[in-house]
């Protein structure tokens, strides 16, 4: 899809969307550098078209040097990708504390804008790029009791938005992708506390989708390299539902 050769920085590298979207794109062609707080899937792949960095993207000095290394290595960053992200345990509003919702937003929307933020000096100077943030389809049908984690997946989006009209004039491009339910461990996490997971598989994330099965890791990536290609110079500010229908 066009991003052959193309130099990219994905976040959340190491869980199972972030390795689903270092994959396609290394299968693609293109130079991957994937960041994350553990490496151990990453040191799986064997290729040297990868380079893994270790470290908090909430480091604004860990933020910098990746972005800087990337470019002086290169020469370009032409894409980011900001798969990182947590999830939160079901609960009403009175019993969520404090310091859940500012670790919710803090990795869900500070990690964000400190990575777009840095994307934009590079990409800006070069006049060119792509941004991909991940949300979730749950910013446009929250369930009950994810307040602080729906809170920061609209938040994501709307900066999102906001980000690709203020790049426009740059030729960088910023876009959304919602995920609906997604096979991965990450998912288990938003059951409520002592919840039997295959029945909440099952009986709510399942039954939601109108298509009738929980999306893989692959069906969000293939979306995200489509977003980074030259296929879609087009499109910026747009946020793509892949959710099997959840969100209608």
């Excluded at 792949?45 to 893994?52: A, E, F, T």
């Excluded at 670790?103 to 929307?109: A, Y």
């Excluded at 991965?184 to 295959?198: C, I, N, P, V």
């Amino acid at each position: 899809m066009s991003v052959k050769n193309k130099t990219i920085i994905v976040t959340g590298a190491n869980g199972g969307m972030g390795l689903a979207v270092v994959n396609q794109l290394l299968d693609e062609g293109a130079q991957i550098i994937g960041c994350d707080l553990n490496r151990d899937q990453l040191d799986n792949i064997q290729n040297d078209r990868l380079i893994v960095y270790e470290g908090s993207l909430l480091d604004e000095s860990f933020v910098r040097k990746v972005f800087k290394e990337t470019s002086d290595h290169f020469g370009t960053i032409d894409g980011l990708v900001n798969t990182v992200g947590i999830a939160q345990q079901a609960a009403p509003i009175e019993q969520v504390s404090l310091e859940s919702w500012d670790n919710l937003i803090n990795i869900n929307m500070k990690l964000i804008f400190l990575t777009c933020r840095e994307a934009a000096v590079y990409m800006k100077a070069r006049q060119k790029g792509s941004i991909v943030n991940v949300a979730s389809i749950s910013a446009v049908r929250p369930r009950p009791g994810l307040q602080a984690y729906v809170a920061s997946k609209g938040g994501a989006e709307s900066f999102s938005r906001a980000l690709a009209i203020e790049l426009a004039e740059h030729q960088v491009r910023v876009n959304t992708v919602h995920p609906g339910p997604c096979d991965t461990s990450m998912l288990e996490k938003f059951a409520s506390e002592g919840a039997d997971m295959q029945e909440v598989k099952d009986d709510i994330f399942k039954k939601s989708i109108p298509l009738g099965k929980l999306l893989t890791p692959q069906n969000v990536a293939s979306s995200i390299v489509f977003l980074l290609s030259d296929q879609a110079e087009m499109v910026t500010g747009a946020t793509i539902n892949v959710d099997g229908g959840r969100g209608i």
